[in-house]
Structures are given as C-alpha cells and as structure tokens.
C-alpha cells in the first residue's frame, strides 16, 4: 500500500527533514536552462515564438555550454526574468554591472 508523503515526512528526524529542505533549495536554486523553461511553463515552441526563431534553435541553445551574453539575456528575459552577471569570492559577492545596459544599447 502507497504512504503518503507527507506521513513519511513527519517520521523523519528534524536534521533529516532540514536536510531535505535544504537540498531540495539547493537544486530549486541551480539548474540548466532547459529545466528552467519548463519549470517556468514554457515549451520550447512557446520560447521560439517569444524570441522570434524556430524551435530546434532554442534546442541547440539549452544544449550550448558556451553563448554571448546578449543570447543568453534574451532568452531569460523571454521567460520573464532578469539576468544579472555576479563574481564570486571568498571575501564576499560582486554583481559586475558592465552588463547592465547590454539589451538597452542594442536597440539605441
């Protein structure tokens, strides 16, 4: 017989259930841009018709590893977010705002 989960949840020890917690944030928080399109609803059609090109270009585009900032700022600005560009270091977090007027100069 199937346990619900949310019985299987309330057996488990608070460290485990923090656990899970924060593993399942982990994952919400970094993903590939294909999961991201279908966790934001879209199909690939959708995005292709929103970005104004064909599907099988957004295929070739959430297989790339390498792409411009440009491509990629248009595609998460396609599914209604805002790309911000943020190094890293031991010390702290630095958005680097070069990048901040890239669409807008496009179109000047």
Do not use: C, W
């Amino acid at each position: 017989m199937a346990k619900k989960f949310s019985d299987l949840r309330a057996q488990m020890k608070p460290e485990a259930r923090q656990s899970a917690e924060d593993a399942a944030q982990t994952m919400l928080a970094e993903m590939p841009l294909n999961e991201l399109r279908q966790a934001r609803g879209l199909s690939q059609k959708m995005l292709a018709e929103l970005l104004h090109v064909q599907q099988p270009s957004i295929a070739k585009m959430e297989r790339r590893t390498d792409m411009y900032l440009s491509t990629l700022r248009s595609h998460i600005e396609a599914m209604g977010g805002e790309l911000e560009i943020v190094a890293r270091f031991p010390d702290g977090s630095v958005k680097i705002s070069n990048f901040a007027d890239l669409g807008n100069s496009a179109a000047v």
